[in-house]
């Protein structure tokens, strides 16, 4: 069966770093864009960052632009995503997931356009 998990989550002070993996399993990610969403308590889902799946098209959002980066090993299936100079505002439950739906050389973070989920990963930055 399809599953994403995702684990490096955990509590940290603000300014330290996080990296965030997340694993296929049943299947290999060679043909899927990944992306990494997150969610706070009462807010929407957001779309943080994704990789096209040859690795060569990346997207983030302005709110982690220049503090996270995400990156891909298509031969382990995995997805990373590294945080750092975390902030107290990237408190939230993270989400990767799959799309085998977007062109292999771009990706978007557009909820709609993802197939396959993970069970999330707490991350608290705490002040």
């Known amino acids: 069966q399809l599953q994403l998990v995702e684990s490096g989550g955990g509590l940290v002070q603000p300014g330290g770093s996080l990296r965030l993996s997340c694993a296929a399993s049943g299947f290999t990610l060679d043909y899927y864009a990944i992306g990494w969403f997150r969610q706070a308590p009462g807010k929407e889902r957001e779309g943080v960052s994704c990789i096209s799946s040859r690795g060569s098209s990346t997207y983030y959002a302005d709110s982690v632009k220049g503090r996270f980066a995400i990156s891909r090993d298509n031969a382990k299936s995995t997805v990373y995503l590294q945080m750092n100079s975390l902030k107290p505002e990237d408190t939230a439950v993270y989400y990767c997931?799959?799309?085998?739906?977007?062109?292999?050389?771009?990706?978007?973070?557009?909820?709609?356009?993802?197939?396959?989920w993970g069970q999330g990963t707490q991350v608290t930055v705490s002040s």
């Open positions: 997931a799959a799309s085998g739906r977007m062109s292999r050389s771009a990706c978007g973070v557009g909820l709609g356009w993802y197939d396959y």
